[in-house]
């Protein structure tokens, strides 16, 4: 398990150009999950209806809407959403420069250093590797009906140039494409 | 010209206050124990006087410290040696109320409270409700991304923003928003200790309010059980609007203030909100009393009234322990909720380890801990003894897989504990977002992220067994 990551560090600190995918990852698994504590941490390329699996087990829900059960959690993070911000909790990722970082965590409550895990969401694959994600899900009762979220174009100079900025802070050389 | 001088005299009389006297309210923060004088304290009444108080403090290369109502715990809003503070306590309207979408538009100074009270006409409220709610401000609050008792079911100030327009140090407008395609800004933006802009307008999400809130205390002969009885709450599919937890000592001590009629003889005290139709709250009440049912004392409140009076208790429980001794320390560290029980055997330990007292009142539900040490800053060394007890129920959180923070920010107060928590790549990436957004450095410099050489000194001082070197220099 950690010589996947050593090896997708490998990967990463090899290439001078990379598009992120679920295949190229391939790294899936429910790494934790106490149904006690609502909290479900999982590799990255597990697909949703893994995850809908064992939360069913427990009369448990995912708290964002998914359109294709198929796709992995990670490409719906990567693509991004009001809802699946909502519910991060933590992320593990590999950035620009081979190195794996961990930010948020496990827990309902965190505001220890910027909330990396949530300013990733919606980066499309260009910033970091995410390898693993910390999300919160909650008893079914509590969900209602999920719809796709709704986005918008609002791209201002400013939100661009601060975007390109934090795309080097993440991958200086430029490497995810 | 001073800065001091030039900031007087581009503004109207009133906005900038000098002066040993007059800048003394605002040398700290909620963390009283550290203080320091800022320049001059700047009060604008509207956003073209922020501009214009950055434009001439970026033109001195001077930091600019942002204050909301001085509430924060960690020491965020403590000015800066040589620095402005920029205090938006006037700007504190609610600009637009929009019912049908449940969206209130607000400055950034008005209280958390305020927002509340003026859409209560409308059968709404804001739903995140620090313990502070009477007097923080909104801004403060999506600043350190604050929770509250009822955040378990509702979220927290992150959850309940819907956008917000922040101003760079530049003076130029940014407005970001949940609907957004892009990067997460809008929620890079919640918990960012003013290091990262100026929130100059926020959106809020409202949430209508409950038809019926029926509230269930439940006394414990052991801590261990009552701890548990959190997890078991949750197990069974519940999730209350709020699940709070007393240990013996905070129980004695906000009983013996607010005279509620929480059992004194008990270990350990849970408070447990349920809320909704009257249907719903019905159901849950009746899984929840099953599962609290190997409770020493069990009770619901029959009444809004009895409802109000048994949270008052918990509410009143800082200043309840305040009045026995002459100071305290809140920490904020959170852990996954099995692990409840182990923490609060260890945080004993300690108490008896440091020969200091300690109460704990807490958000069990998120697992969110204050354990509250109780010290005299009067008695040589007490102090210091009390923030080495504290460093180390955060180690411990983080041991735990918790975080030293849950919702007071790391400030100047928990920067040698983030060592702790972030290695040197992470806490360099931090570094880079925040220049990211402010190159020169200027907004609030110095907190909430720890420069890789103290982590390195923290780690050497380590190496010689707890003997610090350098005693006589002084350490936050
Ligand atoms: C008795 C007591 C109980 C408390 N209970 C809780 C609780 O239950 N939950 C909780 O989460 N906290 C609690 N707190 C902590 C505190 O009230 C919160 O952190 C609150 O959000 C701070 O708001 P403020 O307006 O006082 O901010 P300040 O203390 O003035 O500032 C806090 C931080 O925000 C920054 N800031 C303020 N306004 C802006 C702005 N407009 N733009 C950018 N940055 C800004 C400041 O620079 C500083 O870093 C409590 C504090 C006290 C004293």
Redesign the interface.
Known sequence: MADRIAQLQALVQASSSLHINTEWLDYAGVVEY??????MTVKAGTTIAELKKQLSKN?QSLTFYTKDDDVSIGAVYAN?G?DI??SVLGVQII?GNG?A???G????????????S??????KGK?AVITQISFKV??S??VGELSA????????A??VE??Q??KS??DPKGIFQ | MSIVQELSRALPKGIVITGEENTRPFECDGLSVYRQKPLAVALPESIEQIKQILKICKANNTPVVTRGAGTGLAGGAMPLEKSIVLGLSKLNKVKSIDAENQLAVVEPGVRNIAISEAVAEYGLYYAPDPSSQIACTIGGNVA??S?GVH??KY??T??NIESLTML?MDG?E????????????L??M???EGL?GIMIEITVKLTPTPQLARVVMAAYDSVRDCANAV??I??A???PAGLEMMDKFAIEAAEGFAKVGYPLDAQALLLCELDGSEAQVQAELDIVLKVLSGASTLKVSESEEERLNLWKGRKSAFPAVGRLSPDYYCMDG?????HLADMLDKINELSEKYQLRVANVF?AG???LHPLILYDANIPGELERTEEFGTDILKLSVDM??????????GIE?LN??CH???N???E??H??K???DPDSLLNPGK??PELHRCAELGAMHVHHGELPHPELERF
């Open positions: 106490y149904p006690e504590e609502l909290v009369n991004g009001q911000s909502d950035d190195e970082l961990n930010f965590g496990q827990v309902m409550k965190n505001v220890a250093g910027y909330d990396v949530r300013l990733l969401v919606g980066s910033l909650l008893p009762t509590y979220p709704i986005k918008t174009n609002n791209n201002p400013l939100r601060i975007e900025r934090l802070v993440f | 350190e991304n929770g955040c378990l979220g927290l992150v959850h760079t130029e940014l407005t970001l928003s949940r609907q957004d395609d892009g990067m997460g800004l929620a890079l919640n918990g960012s990262l997890a078991d949750i197990k599919g519940i999730i959170t852990i996954p909720r099995r958000h998120d697992g969110n897989g918790g975080t030293i923070t849950g919702e007071h920010g790391v928990k504990a983030m928590q972030f290695n790549k992470e806490l990436t931090f880079k977002i220049q990211a957004f909430a992220v």
